[in-house]
């Protein structure tokens, strides 16, 4: 796997908006009273948004690892991910960029079940994620175990698309959708929660869309 570039036109647009506070609105929501986030806008298409790209990762070459702070590491191929347990959500999707899309039907691997195979050790606090485009991106443990996140491998009972992060992406639906890495390839479980790819570039350590986390 190629390492990312130290820098790009992409990262510095990036790194700018959050020096600048781009997309703030100053307001705080509740998600049981307010569906929308502040500052989001509903779209009906499903926006592509990468680094550039697009990792072209077979079935057949696919492997999740899972590894790290835990009792049992895992190297999963896809017959492995099949063979848990299957789960189906509807849920939300919230970009930090300020599109949100309604209702989206996955199906996947619950991260519970995941948690539950490796069982991680009590100094365990947050997980990095690491996609086979070199991407990282961090999440406290309680957010990678929400009831409703998974690793997804259909979108509206069709395949994952490669443009989408098939073959198999996290969904952390109650975060800013940065945090669920497309092209998974590892989940490594941490004792301290430390900075992603984003999140060095000026982004928010957990990204609560309600409490418009967008940025550190």
């Not at 996290?170 to 929660?193: M, Q, R």
């Not at 430390?194 to 869309?209: A, K, L, S, T």
Request: net charge negative; aromatic share 12%; with cysteine.
């Amino acid at each position: 796997m190629d390492e990312l570039p130290e820098d790009s036109k992409l990262t510095r647009s990036k790194r700018g908006w959050a020096e600048q506070g781009k997309f703030l609105t100053g307001r705080h929501a509740r998600p049981e009273e307010e569906r929308l986030p502040p500052g989001q806008h509903l779209v009906r298409d499903w926006p592509v948004l990468d680094l550039g790209r697009q990792p072209d990762i077979s079935r057949d070459r696919w492997r999740l690892e899972l590894r790290g702070m835990v009792e049992a590491p895992l190297t999963l191929d896809w017959a492995a991910l099949m063979a848990f347990p299957q789960s189906d959500f509807t849920s939300d999707i919230h970009c930090v960029t300020t599109w949100s899309r309604y209702d989206n039907r996955w199906q996947g691997v619950a991260t519970r079940d995941l948690i539950a195979a490796v069982r991680p050790r009590d100094e365990a606090v947050a997980v990095m994620l690491h996609g086979y485009d070199g991407y990282t991106t961090n999440v406290p443990l309680a957010d990678f175990a929400a009831p409703d996140a998974l690793i997804a491998h259909h979108w509206e009972g069709k395949p994952l698309t490669r443009d989408h992060g098939g073959p198999a992406r996290l969904v952390i639906p109650h975060l800013y959708f940065w945090k669920s890495a497309k092209w998974i390839s590892a989940i490594e479980f941490i004792g301290a929660d430390r900075p992603g790819f984003w999140e060095v570039n000026g982004y928010h350590m957990r990204g609560d869309p309600w409490a418009e986390q967008r940025y550190r």
